[in-house]
């Protein structure tokens, strides 16, 4: 079964720690994205990659980094998290060609910055 | 730009009823797709059915039927049959030329006996 494995389910932090969120996935997909999860908001674009050391800002960049040096890694950086930044965050990945199938998703993990 | 609105925060439906929920879009692309994703509290987002712009037929898979009207650009998910199974949070989105998705704010479908 094809899967996209976030590292971590649950992350508490502290305002000010550089936080990294690992997404790892298996099915050679080039494409690779970062999304933040919010009640009310829906889902929002932080980074997307379309190749190993691509990548692209989404609508929300402001605060974060990634990180793609392997096809099947994409690591989201908070270089100093801020307690406005405690949210579910969900990596998906998707093929190069066949974006129209839509992406698979991990898990999400929750982080909270305290 | 792309947007996705989703109107209907909450719903609720009676099971072995049917309900339809409502999703807009706006884009001046004319190639591009359209999904229903499901999330239910394991946070796993699942899809349900997806539609090509350039198909007039409307998708169906098992329960779950969409209405594509795209002059409108409109794109309403009905699920037959509700089942417990079905409660959960459900969202719109959209993919055209780039290979992202942009994502209503979702409606959380309750689901009674």
């Known amino acids: 079964d094809v899967k996209v494995t976030q590292s971590s389910r649950y992350l508490v932090k502290r305002t000010g720690e550089k936080v990294f969120l690992e997404c790892v996935q298996d099915?050679?997909?080039?494409?690779m994205f970062w999304y933040r999860q919010d009640p009310g908001l829906g889902l929002r674009l932080i980074y997307f990659s379309y190749d190993v050391k691509m990548k692209e800002k989404g609508d929300i960049p402001e605060g974060y980094s990634v990180s793609r040096e392997k096809k099947e890694r994409f690591s989201l950086i908070l270089e100093s998290a801020s307690t406005n930044q405690t949210s579910m965050y969900l990596c998906a990945s998707s093929p190069l060609i066949g974006g129209q199938a839509g992406g698979t998703f991990g898990s999400g993990t929750r982080l909270t910055v305290v | 730009a792309q947007t996705v609105t989703q109107s209907q925060p909450e719903m609720s439906v009676q099971e072995a009823e049917t309900v339809t929920l409502s999703c807009t879009y706006d884009?001046?692309?004319?190639?591009?797709?359209l999904f229903w994703y499901k999330q239910p509290p394991s946070r796993q987002m699942i899809l349900v059915i997806r539609?090509?712009?350039?198909?007039?037929q409307n998708a169906t898979e098992n329960r779950f039927s969409v209405n594509f009207q795209k002059a409108a650009k409109s794109f309403s998910l009905k699920i037959s049959d509700s089942q417990l199974g079905d409660a959960a949070m459900y969202f719109c989105?959209?993919?055209?030329?780039?290979?992202?998705?942009?994502f209503g704010t979702g409606t959380r479908l309750q689901v009674t006996l």
């Open positions: 539609q090509e712009a350039y198909k007039q």
């Open positions: 099915m050679d997909h080039e494409n």
């Open positions: 884009t001046s692309e004319s190639d591009y797709y």
């Open positions: 989105a959209y993919t055209g030329t780039a290979s992202k998705l942009t």
